[in-house]
């Protein structure tokens, strides 16, 4: 423990271990030069290894079909990856909220129990779309005492998909806004950043005029779960973007495959995200292609939209080329000058301040 300082600082790492390691921490957004990489890889390796001894110890003494596991370190999707090839478990379920904010589900779990007696349902998860909601009425009244030139779509949501699908084929980078909120740290398409995933230069654009993020970073694809079979080495639903799996899929897509020829897939269903699925499909039905690139809705070192004001403010301040906000469509070119003047001369680089509000 000298090696590590979580339980009394604001760092993981005590300076014990920088002298153990001979050496700093990197600077972030410095070169990732050798000695990093051997240091990340190594790292990876060694978790792998003893994630794989614990399973194959638990399964010795509990040899169920299943296992389910919560933690942050559950969220290592390559790790869970290889506990699912490997075995001994047939089935691994990830709780999608696997950090500390989903210690609330095992606090209403117990208290569901000390109140009936009863378990929880064991009935499969289907979606954690449990956070907040907006109405379309609520959105409206952002734009009506300003001059942004929006697109309302109330009542007629085909032609809201086809007018989305028609930007996103012309390369367009999409916010898109809609239902609850994904309750953990997944945008699963109520929340995300959507772009076409064929584009060899898309996942440059996100990364360095939305995301802002380092270039080697992958994008996580949402597919089709009916399709994800045939572009996926996947033979199992994963609505959570919880896991890797190998690409092979008949299409290039090269802004959502790693360099290790891998992506960390969300298979999409009808009955739990109806209008992302036909997104998806309207999407399928004009280029052959199920799958669309999705990333969370947010900066760099800001936490993912929740409100259509924060999704309007991220907008404004990113360079996405157009935002969904429920039943409304909003281009970039139909943004006020006004508004993108006074976003990027109030707010600072990293973090987002009550101020900005103001304007809307």
């Not at 897939?265 to 999705?294: K, M, W, Y």
């Not at 404004?316 to 001369?345: K, M, T, Y």
Request: proline share 7%; glycine share 6%.
């Amino acid at each position: 423990m000298q090696y590590f300082d979580f339980l009394r600082g604001e760092r993981m790492y005590s300076d014990q271990l920088c002298a153990l390691l001979g050496r700093p921490p990197r600077t972030p957004d410095s070169e990732i030069d050798q000695f990093t990489s051997d240091v990340a890889r190594s790292l990876q390796e060694v978790l792998e290894d003893i994630l794989q001894a614990k399973v194959q110890y638990l399964h010795a003494h509990a040899p169920s079909q299943n296992l389910c596991m919560a933690g942050g370190v559950a969220l290592n999707c390559v790790a869970i990856e290889k506990i699912i090839r490997k075995g001994p478990f047939r089935r691994v379920f990830v709780q999608p909220a696997s950090s500390d904010a989903g210690a609330c589900l095992g606090a209403a779990a117990i208290a569901h129990v000390r109140r009936t007696g009863e378990r929880p349902d064991t009935a499969p998860l289907r979606h954690v779309s449990l956070g907040p909601q907006f109405s379309n009425e609520e959105i409206a009244a952002l734009f009506r005492p300003g001059s942004a030139r929006v697109h309302d779509y109330r009542g007629r949501q085909d032609e809201l998909i086809s007018a989305t699908v028609d930007r996103l084929v012309e390369a367009r980078v999409v916010g898109w806004f809609q239902g609850r909120m994904e309750f953990g740290p997944r945008a699963l398409g109520n929340r995300s950043v959507l772009a076409d995933p064929r584009d060899r230069g898309m996942r440059d654009r996100i990364n360095a005029l939305v995301k802002k993020r380092e270039a080697f970073r992958p994008f996580a694809p949402s597919v089709l779960a009916r399709s994800a079979a045939d572009h996926f080495d996947l033979d199992h639903p994963a609505p959570f973007m919880l896991e890797t799996c190998q690409v092979r899929s008949p299409l290039e897509l090269p802004a959502i495959t790693h360099v290790d020829g891998s992506a960390r897939v969300q298979t999409v269903e009808a009955d739990a995200n109806p209008r992302f699925s036909q997104l998806l499909q309207e999407f399928n039905r004009r280029t052959g292609c199920p799958i669309l690139l999705n990333t969370s809705f947010n900066l760099r070192g800001e936490p993912i939209v929740c409100t259509p004001v924060d999704a309007l403010t991220c907008f404004i301040r990113s360079d996405l080329d157009c935002l969904v906000l429920e039943d409304f469509l909003l281009d970039r070119a139909g943004l006020p000058r006004s508004w993108i003047d006074r976003l990027r001369s109030t707010v600072p680089q990293a973090g987002v301040v009550d101020s900005v509000y103001t304007l809307l």
